[in-house]
């Protein structure tokens, strides 16, 4: 009986166990075929909302749902057809105002001057390549960069209190009524360089300071002309005054006493001859110090090498109707030269060639090799013999402005050249050879910009950014100046000797990738690289043999991040080698970080996918250069613009918020 009774009082203890079983296994069910796909498909409608028109909601889960899907997915087709058009109407017109802007930057590119514009706060929001040229030099290669780009402080690149004298002697004449508003200035630069500044305000129309632009122009060869003639007339004044005084002092001697005798008369003569060879030999001296500045100086100017060659063709074809092959380095060569002379050189010696050497097939060739320009004329026909070269070289080819001619060996020696007949060691044609100075910042991975690679963007929304920069936090994220990093390293942990051996980086300026402003640079480590690491990036260590060690990369790249937030996809890994080698190194990055995999996470909590290829082909974007250093950082830089509107959808606008989100994502603790 009791037996009974017992097996009796378990079944509805088994009947709630089986209850609670299948109600857990319903939810589930409910879950993974209603809930969950209802979640994906309202985070995939974002997206295609947001960010990503062409994304389209995957088919899943109930019937029911499936029908939701296709019900979304043909608005979204719908959205796409009308974003399309809009987007077409907004290029059409966009396209006079794009036209203006890189007419703009067109013209910025061709100036010879170095130009700045900053705002109020000294924030960069336009420079040129020139500017950069002068600014910047061989620092970015050395540790010691002073970057130069958008949003950036002019203060970090020149004295603070230049510029600040120089707005305040502007604030003076305003309250003047003064029109005089150009300020000029020197500044001095690494390695001696001196540059005349000049400074002229941007002015509201209320006459207030709007901004400031900056032109710059090297002069550190004309402060040393200027002192070493100013050293020449020293010695011309000061150190002939004795050697005159005597041989004075004994002329009026002898006019005074004519009745002196004629031994008398004959020591005042050795005085005089004495006094005399003292001149000579001190005009001697300082012709031989001296010799440079003795020479007419040529109004010089730095010429394109390709350029100088066109208009040698063009003066060739116009006024002798001749046609010349004209051949040029890749990398572009620039010469220190006064053109219009040396193009007349030219046609001159092709003149001379064509009728005395009967040349014909003339082609005409720069070449640059070791610091030096050759100018090489050959052609089919007799040999130019040197002799003939000298009597071409003292007939008269032009004027010096004042009515004064000038040689061909005036002109060419003047420019510190030379000339001489030869044969070409390839083709065996006579050819005559022309020296010429080059460019003293010839380099070509500074000056070497062809006009399909200007790069230099302008941002004048800089211009309202006065005192963002202190309050941070607060700044919306489509107006932050963010570097975007990731590295490729030796392997997975820094904790047990791994090592960073390439860094990539890209700045991102008020939601705008600006793909000039880069850092990219390998490392050379100090433990070997493991074969999982390299099968993933293809770095192999034979790579990295001459490049150079972190302590010279990690340093330049703290400038390069400096003042920015940095950006990174699980960011973590990079930050904990940074911190890993930031000991040694000296350096410390206290920038705030944000994370684009959390952020994704934030708002795609139901996408499986969370790699970098994975979230970039949710959000529409092309990946290149996959595990690339600079190629992923150009990945995520794109990444981040494109959460951001998702971002502000959920209620994430702000740094402070996305930090917070950051650090408080459950997924916080999985990355790294």
């Known amino acids: 009986m009791m037996a009974l009774l017992q097996q009796a009082g378990t079944l509805p203890l088994l009947g709630a166990v089986a209850l609670l079983g299948m109600t857990v296994l319903l939810v589930r069910v409910i879950f993974r075929r209603w809930v969950a796909p209802l979640s994906a498909i309202a985070e995939d409608a974002r997206l295609i909302a947001m960010s990503n028109p062409r994304h389209r909601a995957p088919a899943g889960g109930a019937a029911e749902v499936r029908e939701l899907t296709g019900a979304v997915n043909l608005l979204a087709e719908r959205f796409q057809g009308l974003h399309a058009d809009v987007e077409a109407r907004i290029r059409e017109a966009n396209a006079l105002l794009e036209e203006e802007k890189n007419t703009l930057a067109a013209l910025m590119s061709k100036l010879t001057q170095g130009v700045l514009v900053c705002n109020p706060e000294g924030r960069i929001l336009l420079y040129n390549p020139r500017a950069q040229q002068l600014l910047e030099g061989q620092a970015r290669r050395s540790g010691a960069g002073d970057w130069i780009g958008l949003g950036r402080s002019v203060f970090g690149i020149i004295e603070s209190e230049l510029i600040k004298h120089a707005l305040n002697s502007i604030e003076h004449r305003l309250a003047a009524g003064d029109g005089n508003l150009l300020v000029p200035f020197v500044t001095s630069r690494p390695g001696g360089r001196m540059l005349s500044t000049h400074l002229v305000p941007i002015l509201d129309h209320e006459r207030g300071l709007r901004g400031y632009i900056l032109t710059f122009e090297d002069v550190t060869s004309r402060f040393g002309a200027e002192s070493r003639r100013g050293n020449l007339l020293q010695s011309l004044t000061e150190g002939q005054r004795s050697a005159i005084g005597g041989i004075r002092a004994a002329i009026e001697t002898v006019l005074t006493f004519p009745e002196m005798d004629e031994s008398g008369r004959q020591q005042f003569f050795e005085v005089i001859r004495d006094e005399a060879l003292k001149v000579s030999q001190h005009l001697d001296q300082l012709e031989g110090d001296y010799r440079q500045e003795l020479k007419v100086q040529l109004p010089v100017e730095e010429v394109l090498g390709s350029d100088l060659l066109a208009a040698v063709e063009r ?282 995999l959390l952020l994704e996470c934030e708002i795609n909590v139901n996408q499986q996918d969370k790699s970098l290829e994975g979230i970039a082909q949710r959000l529409g974007l092309s990946v290149t250069g996959r595990h690339t250093a600079l190629g992923d950082a150009l990945t995520t830089a794109e990444i981040f613009i494109a959460l951001i509107p998702l971002l502000s959808q959920r209620g994430i606008g702000t740094l402070g918020e996305a930090l917070r989100a950051c650090q408080s994502s459950p997924f916080a603790r999985l990355t790294g």
């Open 315 to 596: 003066g060739l074809l116009d006024r002798r109707g001749r046609t010349i092959e004209l051949s040029a380095p890749v990398e572009p060569v620039w010469l220190r030269i006064e053109s219009y002379a040396v193009i007349q050189c030219m046609l001159f010696l092709i003149d001379q060639v064509t009728d005395f050497c009967r040349a014909e097939d003339l082609a005409l060739t720069l070449a640059f090799k070791r610091s030096l320009a050759s100018l090489e004329l050959q052609w089919t026909g007799a040999a130019l013999h040197m002799e003939a070269l000298r009597r071409w070289g003292m007939r008269n080819i032009s004027n010096d402005g004042g009515g004064a001619s000038r040689t061909l060996f005036d002109t060419i020696e003047q420019h510190g050249g030379a000339a001489w007949p030869d044969r070409d060691a390839i083709t065996g044609r006579p050819c005559l050879r022309v020296i010429l100075p080059v460019s003293e910042t010839q380099d070509p991975a500074i000056t070497g910009t062809a006009d399909n690679d200007w790069g230099h963007d302008f941002d004048f929304h800089l211009f309202e950014t006065r005192g963002e920069a202190r309050d941070w936090a607060n700044l919306p994220l489509d107006r932050l100046t963010v570097t975007v990093v990731d590295t490729e390293t030796t392997g997975l942990d820094p904790d047990q000797g791994d090592e960073i051996i390439a860094i990539g980086a890209v700045r991102v300026v008020n939601g705008r990738i600006l793909r000039q402003e880069s850092f990219d640079s390998f490392v050379r480590p100090q433990r070997t690289i493991s074969d999982s690491a390299r099968a993933i990036h293809g770095i192999t260590q034979e790579m990295l043999r001459a490049e150079p060690p972190i302590e010279d990369v990690l340093p330049r790249l703290q400038r390069f991040v400096e003042d920015t937030v940095i950006v990174g996809h699980n960011v973590a890994f990079d930050m904990r080698f940074f911190a890993a080698a930031g000991p040694r190194c000296g350096v410390v990055f206290a920038n705030p970080v944000l994370d684009t």
